[in-house]
């Protein structure tokens, strides 16, 4: 059995139940309730029941820390990122799936990464899948039938070694497994045109972040793939310049006010060069060790600010705070605020806030735990700002550190 809508086995149908009412508390969170969306996260666990739960149950925390439910209306990527990250949604496909464009020749990753942050880019594709989620709603309603997957169309032309840098490999991994554990099943099937000789050394590099299930969505098209792509796709839904009929309003073949085809970034959208901080402290932080910075927040609603640039290589950053009054307690027993991720600050210095709901003690921790050989240089600024209405009475915390 497919383990989809009228194809279920009676287990599979028993579990399907049992995993709904596990789920009760969560579900009015999610963004649909369905049959149709619960059988995704159960078919991308194997139906195991704990599995699918501790899944579904991330992917909440997940929604609410990324703000995701209004990231299309509420949030708009630097325009360094909407004029020259390439791709776009353009048609749909022969079973109404709609069509997303990933064209990689003239993507100049070390121009973006160098003029937005990893963050910005992980957004960035929230963004971009949660409209695609949404045009999936659409054809559903449209069309009558459960549209849940999108086709993508990776354009490998021009693809060489300016791809393969380090730290482009490791943020397309990120977005990866930020897309396998929050969007299962997903995408439907991923069409790979003119691939050089060099993707399989470069497939190999992203390989470790595919679950088996992707790997096998994926289809690597030889020289006919026109032809290929016409038997997946209408040719009134396929740009001309993908061997189809479909043009722009004004008849360009290459579709551009849907697809946008990058370019090299501009020097003058290079952050590192246009943005001089004063960083007021300094901290070598050793191989397999971490920095805390405590800040004592007293009034709720106060804003917690840091900025911070690391030299050489990326460094681990996360938010939390105590939930005991010992000094002892260890990071992984405090309350989770922002969770610890990697950011190359190295190339793009970061600067950031959060509003603290609760007084408390927030540790900022800045965590080089996962580098076996390199120790790391972090410059940072911190600063704690009261609400407005105590603003004029209470003085700016400096915070107290410890090392690890």
């Given at each position: ?154 354009d490998c032309e021009g693809l060489g070694l300016k791809h393969i840098c380090k730290p482009a490999i490791e943020t397309y991994g990120e977005i990866l ?160 605020i922002l969770p610890s991720e990697r950011y190359n600050a190295h190339l793009v210095p970061e600067d950031n806030c959060l509003t603290c709901s609760e ?46």
């Open positions: 059995m497919s383990g989809r809508v009228g194809d279920l086995s009676p287990k599979q149908a028993e579990i399907l139940t049992e995993f709904r009412e596990r789920i009760q508390d969560v579900l009015p969170s999610l963004p649909a309730q369905h049959d149709h969306f619960l059988l995704r996260w159960l078919r991308a666990r194997n139906f195991n029941l704990q599995k699918s739960e501790n899944m579904i149950r991330k992917h909440v925390e997940f929604r609410k820390q990324m703000k995701v439910d209004t990231i299309i209306t509420d949030w708009k990527p630097p325009e360094v990122i909407e004029k020259y990250v390439s791709g776009g949604m353009c048609g749909y496909d022969r079973e109404g799936s709609p069509i997303w464009y990933d064209v990689v020749g003239p993507l100049d990753p070390k121009g973006l990464l160098l003029s937005a942050t990893k963050q910005d880019f992980l957004k960035t594709k929230i963004r971009h899948i949660e409209m695609l989620q949404r045009e999936c709603r659409r054809q559903s309603e449209k069309l009558g039938k459960n549209i849940e997957s999108t086709t993508l169309i990776y497994t930020m897309y396998e554990d929050n969007y299962p099943e997903g995408l439907k099937m991923l069409l790979l045109i003119k691939a050089p000789k060099m993707f399989p050394m470069i497939y190999n590099l992203i390989k470790p972040f595919l679950c088996e299930e992707t790997r096998r969505k994926i289809v690597v098209l030889g020289s006919n793939w026109q032809e290929v792509l016409r038997k997946y796709i209408d040719p009134d839904q396929l740009p001309v310049v993908y061997g189809g009929t479909l043009t722009d309003p004004d008849g360009d073949p290459r579709c551009r006010t849907m697809i946008n085809y990058g370019g090299d970034v501009p020097k003058s959208y290079y952050i590192q060069e246009s943005v001089k901080v004063q960083y007021d402290n300094s901290v070598t932080i050793s191989r397999g060790s971490s920095l805390q910075l405590e800040y004592d927040v007293t009034a709720p609603s106060s804003l917690l600010r840091w900025q911070f640039a690391s030299y050489g290589a990326d460094i681990g950053f996360g938010v939390y705070r105590r939930t005991k009054g010992s000094r002892s307690q260890k990071v992984a027993e405090m309350m989770q007084p408390g003690v927030y540790v900022l921790c800045f965590d080089n735990s996962y580098s076996i050989l390199q120790s790391k240089k972090v410059s940072y600024n911190v600063e704690v700002i009261p609400p407005a209405d105590e603003l004029m009475q209470t003085p700016c915390s400096r915070g107290d550190v410890r090392l690890q």
